[in-house]
C-alpha cells in the first residue's frame, strides 16, 4: 500500500479513528441514555427493549429495521438487553470498515445461510416501501433522488427490470 502523505490522508478521512477513550466517555454514555429512553417505552422493561420500539426509533425502510433488530437481538429473545443494544450501536457506530462490512452483510443475509444471494436482495427490493416523490430526473431511477414508484403497476415494472439486472 503506497505510505504517500495523500493517501494517508485520504484513509484517515474515509475511515477515522475512534479511541477506547472516546468510546468509553462520549458514545456509551450516549447510547446508554438512548437505550433508558427506549426500554421505557417497551412493554416489558425487564427484558429490554422491544421490537417495536426499536422499530420506531431507527426508522428504517421496508425490512431492514426487522434485519437490524435481528442482528442486534443475538439471543433471539425477541428483546433489546442492554450489553445486546450497546454492543450493536457501537459495532454500527464506532467499529472499523471491515466489522461495518460484516455488520451490513448479515443484516442483508435474510435467510441466515451465510451467503447474500440473489433470494436476499429480491427480498430486500420486493419489501422496499413505495415513495411518492417528484418525476425521474436523468439519473438515479432507483435512488431516493431519482423518484421512486408512482403507483402500483410502476412498481412492478421496476421490480422486474431490476431483476433482470440482476
Known sequence: MDKSPINNFVLQFTEPIQTDDFKIKVCLPYFTDIYKA?????DDRE?????????????????????LFAVFDTNKNNYLDKEEFLNGMLMFYCSDFDDKIKMIFKIYDFDNDGLVSQTDIITLISCMPVTH???????????????????FQERVDTLEEMLTIL
Open 38 to 42: 427506549l426500554q421505557e417505552r417497551s
Open 47 to 67: 427484558k429490554g427493549i422491544n421490537k417495536v420500539s426499536m422499530l420506531n426509533y431507527c426508522q428504517l425502510p421496508g425490512l431492514l429495521g426487522e434485519r
Open 133 to 151: 416523490s417528484a418525476n425521474v430526473r436523468g439519473e438515479g431511477k432507483y435512488t431516493k433522488e431519482g423518484g421512486g414508484a408512482q403507483n
